[in-house]
């Protein structure tokens, strides 16, 4: 009996482990297929969502094989994201340096793509590394970032998730109103759009929220509003902080038996999960709950927190994340100084344009107006050319940015519509030229006569003279 379970196990575990490989085969030749960035991206976060939920060793080893498939393919959309995944993996199992690490390496690449959804799904996850280093000023920008990128994007899902995030972080600082508006907000956008599958993570800041303004009743009605949705979706993570929420709130209110009983379920909800990391919090609450009253159990759980405490907030992991986010800053002002660097040259060469062709547009006017000498229509042929060119180069120099911006980057698009612009600017020179030469010619024939009747003058005076003589 005992073989033929075991049988039966293997066989389900592998014909599991073949349908998640035909699934991930299936999403490598889908992105593959789908041109749009944004649609792109979509169909990532939708594969990936799950698992890092509940299975992040799963969801990083598919991570690193979208990766090199993205490498190979020159997908700077894909590369990006699947860097960030494999970022907020090693965030998930309390390597937060590596994380951190991995993170600003898919920042790096997105940058270079300008896609503001990437931008703020990179932004979010190092907004979630740095609440989880108590850096909350630098965690609460990021988190602001994609709050403004979500409405910039009509994207309301993405801006439920960055206030629910900055609820939990001003709870984490004390700041309530703060909390409390925040969470509302995103319960109520959630509520708005339909989004309502996973809002187990919301009842717990609410509940938090509430137990800290002394409303216990409400407190403990949204902490079990989240513990049942977590026990719903199955995420061990939102489950451990709904019972962490109950644990804590019981301690303050000096229920120390229902406190501990929370803490030993907020702790069973990862242990055996790849969310270890997330036992410190209950297994330090458990360790000063038993420490005047049973030495044994104090001293079990402030070992699972020391072990758990260690992974996360080592000396060496803190000084390897303040030299990650040291580099990049050197980075980013780096890219900063470029950037501005760029944009004054090409600033600077508009300028030069808008020079060289208020010269030339003076040169060909003064040419047509002068009423003094006789000009070669070669003359105003070869100065139209020029101002042909300069107008060109002007409005290539003034459009590129926005160009670039709206073909993403596409030296096909950027050809086509460079060609487009040619072709409107070619006849319309062809006219202005035409018209100068008419106008050219006439003033010429107005220059000789002109010069004509005052040689016919002189000759009369001049005869006349030799008359009177």
């Known amino acids: 009996m005992k073989k033929i379970i075991l049988i039966i196990f293997f066989t389900v575990r592998t014909l599991c482990a073949y349908c998640q490989s035909e699934n991930f085969n299936s999403l490598l030749i889908l992105i593959d297929s789908v041109k749009d960035d944004t649609k792109r991206l979509e169909l990532i976060n939708n594969f990936f969502d799950e698992s890092s939920q509940i299975n992040p060793l ?61 931008l703020s799904t990179i932004k979010h996850n190092l907004g979630n590394i740095y609440k989880d280093r108590e850096d909350y000023p630098r965690a609460i920008n990021y988190y602001l970032y994609e709050e403004e990128a979500g409405l910039k994007l009509k994207d309301y899902e993405t801006c439920s998730d960055a ?23 995103s319960y109520e956008l959630a509520l708005r759009i339909g989004k309502t599958d996973n809002l187990s993570y919301t009842f717990t800041q609410l509940g938090g929220v509430n137990s800290k303004l002394g409303n216990g009743l409400v407190a403990v009605g949204y902490f079990n509003l989240a513990v049942s949705g977590a026990i719903k979706t199955k995420y061990p993570r939102e489950l451990n902080w709904a019972y962490m929420g109950l644990a804590e709130h019981y301690y303050v209110n000096k229920q120390i038996d229902s406190s501990a009983f929370y803490a030993k379920k907020s702790i069973e909800a990862v242990q055996n999960t790849a969310f270890y990391n997330m036992t410190i919090k209950p297994a330090k609450l458990l360790a000063k709950i038993y420490r005047n009253t049973n030495s044994d159990s104090a001293l079990k759980y402030y070992e699972i927190f020391t072990k758990a405490n260690d992974s996360l907030f080592s000396t060496k992991a803190s000084q390897q994340t303040q030299l990650i986010t040291f580099e990049n800053e050197l980075r980013q002002n780096e890219l900063f100084a470029e950037k501005k660097k760029t944009e004054d040259q090409r600033k600077q060469n508009i300028q030069f344009a808008l020079i060289a062709i208020g010269i030339v547009s003076f040169i060909i006017l003064y040419l047509l107006l002068s009423h003094s000498f006789i000009t070669n229509t070669k003359v105003i042929e070869f100065f139209g050319v020029i101002a042909l060119l300069i107008v060109f180069e002007f409005l290539n120099l003034f459009l590129h940015p926005y160009l670039d911006r709206y073909t993403d980057h596409s030296p096909v698009l950027m050809l086509f519509i460079l060609v487009c612009l040619a072709a409107i600017l070619v006849p319309l020179h062809h006219r202005v030229e035409k018209w100068a030469t008419k106008k050219l010619v006439e003033k010429n024939k107005q220059v000789r006569l002109a010069n004509a009747k005052k040689t016919i003058r002189l000759l009369s005076d001049e005869k006349l003279g030799n008359n009177n003589l």
């Not at 490498?71 to 590596?98: C, M, P, W």
């Open 163 to 185: 206030q629910k995030n900055l609820g939990a972080v001003y709870l984490l600082m004390g700041k309530l109103d703060s909390a409390l508006m925040y969470s509302q907000r």
């Open 58 to 118: 799963t969801d990083i080893q598919n991570s690193q094989k979208l990766l090199l498939h993205a490498q190979k393919g020159n997908d700077k959309i894909a590369e990006s994201i699947s860097l960030a995944k494999i970022g907020h993996d090693y965030r998930v199992f309390g390597n937060t340096a590596k994380g951190l690490e991995y993170t600003y390496k898919a920042l790096e690449i997105a940058e270079q793509t300008n896609n503001l959804s990437l």
